[in-house]
């Protein structure tokens, strides 16, 4: 039983570790996201096994039927709170930046295929576009608030992204950033 033991508890920290390193979420397209078929309550159910089996057979004596029932069943209310626990924190909404679609192409250069009024808070007449993660955007623009020439707008220029607002990129001329670095 202590090598039983010994065996589920490392099996149980090798699939945390697992979970540790790959998360339970997986991408499967550009806006949705599924769960792995729930290793970390697997890898809690090992550990806890694995540990309680462990203690018992090193405690020394026989392993009843009721010592097995029982590590089983504390194994499976460890495996059902890993379980829930994940479950119910994917509901909780992400503080990332990476996941607010604001702030998902902040600091990307882009550029202007449309010239761009040089009005700042103007009704959005540009256009920019930008490739990220080997697929082309496009959105149309307006400048972020400041003193922007209007040559600075014309096609072909490189502005940078501050925020992305419904379908319109707040942008900012790179050579405004340029002098700032």
């Known amino acids: 039983m202590k090598t039983l033991g010994i065996i589920a508890f490392v099996a149980g920290l090798l699939l945390a570790v697992r979970v540790m390193f790959f998360g339970v979420q997986r991408k499967l397209g550009e806006d949705r996201v599924a769960f792995r078929k729930s290793p970390h309550a697997l890898a809690a159910f090992l550990a806890v096994f694995g540990a309680m089996s462990y203690a018992r057979a090193a405690r020394g004596g026989a392993t009843s039927g009721t010592w097995i029932a029982l590590s089983v069943a504390m194994s499976a209310l460890a495996a059902f709170l890993a379980w829930w626990l994940v479950w119910h924190s994917a509901s909780v909404p992400s503080t990332d930046p990476e996941d607010d679609p604001a702030y998902r192409f902040q600091g990307h250069v882009a550029r202007v295929i449309e010239g761009i009024d040089s009005a700042p808070g103007s009704l959005p007449t540009g256009r920019i576009a930008f490739e ?6 496009e ?4 400048w ?16 940078v ?11 900012e001329p790179w050579v405004a950033i340029e002098e700032r670095l």
Do not use: M, N
């Open 132 to 137: 990220f993660d080997g697929k082309r955007y």
């Open 139 to 142: 959105f149309r623009a307006r």
């Open 144 to 159: 972020t608030p400041g003193d922007w020439q209007s040559e600075l707008g014309r096609p072909d220029c490189e502005v």
């Open 161 to 171: 992204i501050e925020r992305i607002e419904g379908d319109v990129a707040l942008v």
